[in-house]
């Protein structure tokens, strides 16, 4: 049953940005903490950023860090991704998840909603 709906992938240009949404299909998830997934063909799904319920704490991963922003909206009830200067290597599948309580994980195994993806393309 999918809880969140994710939208903002397309095909995009080295160098370029998207905007990434989540947003609750059914439940509100403003009392949740959020993340964002990745996962390339032939690749496990990885963490790509996060944020804690109160939009206070966030953690990025490595390979995004500098280039990717995660943000709520007022309500945090929405998740955000925000991707500037996008590489090939960021082609992927982008999932959007909460988890119950206030604090991230990046562990995805801690995630019990997830979104059905939504497709980011970064030719070079």
């Known amino acids: 049953q999918v809880q969140l709906v994710e939208s903002g992938g397309g095909l995009v240009q080295a160098g370029d940005s998207l905007r990434l949404s989540c947003a609750p299909s059914r439940r509100t998830f403003s009392n949740y903490a959020m993340a964002w997934f990745r996962q390339a063909p032939g690749n496990e799904r990885e963490i790509v950023a996060a944020?804690?319920?109160?939009?206070?704490?966030?953690y990025y991963a490595d390979a995004v860090k500098g280039r990717f922003t995660i943000s709520r909206g007022n309500a945090k009830n929405t998740v955000y991704l925000q991707m500037n200067s996008l590489k090939p290597e960021d082609t992927a599948v982008y999932y959007c998840a909460a988890t119950s309580g206030s604090r991230y994980y990046t562990n995805l195994n801690e995630y019990a909603y997830w979104g059905q993806g939504t497709q980011v393309t970064v030719s070079s």
């Open positions: 944020i804690s319920r109160s939009g206070d704490d966030t």
